[in-house]
């Protein structure tokens, strides 16, 4: 095709360091810690507008809490939330490590990005409902739902609570308020906003909680759930969480360029935050708030959690085809753990001993939930649920065509 | 030409290639070609597609060629559609069939249905390509093979090849056809060959001369079938990787089974079912997908009207069976060598 001088041209986002370059987060600005306000809890949407552009923060990098976002949270329901951060972390890198030694087939980290998933869950109630995307252990582990289940789920052994059905890290525990993952992404976010519809339909208390990643958020499912939740005032947080990357593509592909992730709530007429999605007690707050104003028929709240996906997007994939290899480590909002912990350290509630030995002690019982999951099987040595499972629950009775096939398979 | 299948000189020398490798082939030999050509999809800019398929493009053709799109199936199949009005020739993938769903209505409202409903005013040249099937270990959200969906609607053509040499030249011919294609592409084939003994060592397709691919351009022409395996007993008419368990369910059962490599699903090549089964007169259809309204009721159906006073036995069906693809169970679900070779034995006794 011919060009002329006046001939339009494609812009494809491309990000400032690729595999080779130096990392650069040189045009990162954010807010201080404790610069943002913190608004009335019946605010309007509009009030609210420079919220989905801004940055909440509450941790400074010497661990203090500033501001008015800083949560009266009890020291020891912070020591909690670290140690679930430390046990999430150290249960992905087990069974990160146990896919590659072919114990099973795939596995995907939430390393980094620890504090929103735990963060939000301590700030629910145990009731309320998650619609969570593939990366959001750290609820299941923070709502005490057992490591061992989660394991054995991952090998598809003989104790896999989905028998075998399921790709790793698919789980599913109503009892937990954790709804069954999807492998098609963003389904679930119109999902949590029709469970919170339903809640308000039967005059329940309970609210509902979606999550999606940054790339996933250029579905169409996720704008149709603003929408439906604006429309009927749902009592529902929608969170977006924005570690930079889906897969290979960062986050202006998905269309964070010009704009930002909270900002889509804004044309919505939902009130949107964006908050340091590192900073536990800033994704508490957040999610404090949004819950409250959910709770008071107040409506939903869109929350945009800045983070970084420190690892590979999954077992199956290699980031340093496309990004700096140590990207993670220069990343302007560093690591929930340590900022937590430096917080802790600095009111005098917690050491690097402690921190030390607790971060031992619960190696150690991922270890030993590891060795318990495994002695009921692993997909590697074939302990997998029956086949004839297989037919189950296709439908809540099986028709003849499924018996008959169970019966075709021998089984 | 007589045989169909052959090959020109002007496509230059062969060279071993995977699937993955003679497909990227065809997109480069294409855009090489034609700068109508634009190719996009989930990772497939800067990195290369999650298979690998397009590595290399972006660099070699630049980003306005080749580029990474936002996670939104609907949203890549609409802007393929617009761009085919506009006079491109774009080729989308869909990162796996399973994550076709959320483009389902730009596909079948709107590619499948611009020539007709503009009376030729507008049409879709877009070639949709996604990775299907199972045997990695995918679940059943990377696993499925969703062509009945395709097959079922009208304007749409429904392409899926067994090989690598099939996989180049099929795929060049999609792209330069003027109506929307599917593009399916078996992902345990990507690497080589598979007869279904999962568990048996992966054999390179290096090692076999369908994975000679010409370096140069040549097409594969749609809405023909090949005869992968010749035989006199029964056929088989299959595609993709069923094409390769069906030959070894023949070589382990000792029938000597014609095995039909159908390479256009819809449009098909009918002459050639026909041919085979009034020669055979006994018919066993297998795909890897469910069974129920899968496109071997389809195929059933055709052999029936077809063929009904020349066949010697019921018309077998070998399948997935009716449930989404399971994980772990992934080889008891999966219709292997054995399954197949039940059915040439009951098909040959009846
Ligand atoms: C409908 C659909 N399209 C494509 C995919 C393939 N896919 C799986 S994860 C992923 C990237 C998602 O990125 P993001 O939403 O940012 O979440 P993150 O992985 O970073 O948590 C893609 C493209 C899918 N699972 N579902
Ligand atoms: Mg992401």
Redesign the pocket.
Known sequence: MSRTSNALDLHVPAPHARPGDKPDFSGWSFPEPGETPKPELDASAAELRDFAYGLIRVLDFDGNAIGPWAPSIAPEALRRGLKYMLLTRAFDDRMYRAQRQGKTSFYMQSFGEEAISVAQALALNSDDMCFP???QQGVLIARDYPIFDMMCQIYSNARDPMRGRQLPVMYSSKKDGFFTVS????TQVPQAVGWAMASAIAGDTKIASGW??????A?SDFHTALTFAHVYRAPVILNV?N?Q???SSFQAI?GGESTTFAARGVGCGIASLRVDGNDFLAVYAASRWAAERARGNLGPTLIEWVSY?AGA?STSDDPSKYRPADDWQRFPLGDPIVRLKAHLIGLGEWSEAQHEQARQELEAEVAAAQKEAESHGTLLDGHIPSPATMFDDVFERMPWHLRLQRQQLGV | MDDPNAIPATAGNAVPMTMIQALRSALDVSMARDDKVVVFG??VGYFGGVFRVTEGLQAKYGPSRCFDTP?N?SGIVGIAVGMGAYGLRPVAEI??AD?FY?GADQIISEAARLRYRSVGDFTAPITIRMPCGGGIYGGQ?HSQSPEALFTHVCGLRTVMPSNPVDAKGLLISAIECNDPVIFLEPKRLYNGPFDGHHDRPVVPWSKHPLGRVPEGHYTVPLEKAAVFRPGKAVTVITYGTMVWVSACAAEETGIDAEVIDLRSLWPLDLEAIVASVRRTGRCVIVHEATRTSGFGAELTALVQEHCFHWLEAPIERVTGWDTPYPHAQEWDYFPGPARVGAALKRAMEA
């Open positions: 995307s593939y990366r492998g098609n992404l963003a999606i990643g940054d790339g996933s958020t579905e969480v570690n990357w889906a897969i998905a996906r997007h | 989930e990772d996670i199936e990162q796996f994550y959320p959200t």
